[in-house]
């Protein structure tokens, strides 16, 4: 599993979101949107628009700093077939 995390510089949700899933021991990237056009148009197609984006896998994304979310994919709780949005 490749979590990715869509961020943005100076973003206080997006360094809570790495300090919770460092804290978790969840391997993840970072895409940084405003250096990536391509990775900004996903994240919108996805149907955000702040800040951190964070994907699991096609169906298990949200947006923004989600301690509950980042729980239960810590937990194994994600899977291909879910659909998981804040």
């Not at 919770?20 to 994240?43: F, I, R």
Request: aromatic residues 8%; contains cysteine; charged residues 25%.
């Amino acid at each position: 599993m490749v979590i990715t995390v869509y961020s943005k510089p100076d973003c206080v949700q997006c360094r809570m979101t790495y300090k919770a899933m460092d804290a978790k021991g969840l391997a993840y990237q970072v895409v940084d949107v405003t250096e990536n056009a391509n990775a900004l148009e996903y994240v919108k197609e996805l149907g955000y628009l702040t800040a951190p984006v964070i994907v699991v896998s096609e169906h298990d994304h949200w947006g923004g700093f989600r301690p509950d979310n980042i729980d239960r994919v810590a937990a194994g709780g994600a899977t291909e077939d879910e659909t998981v949005e804040a």
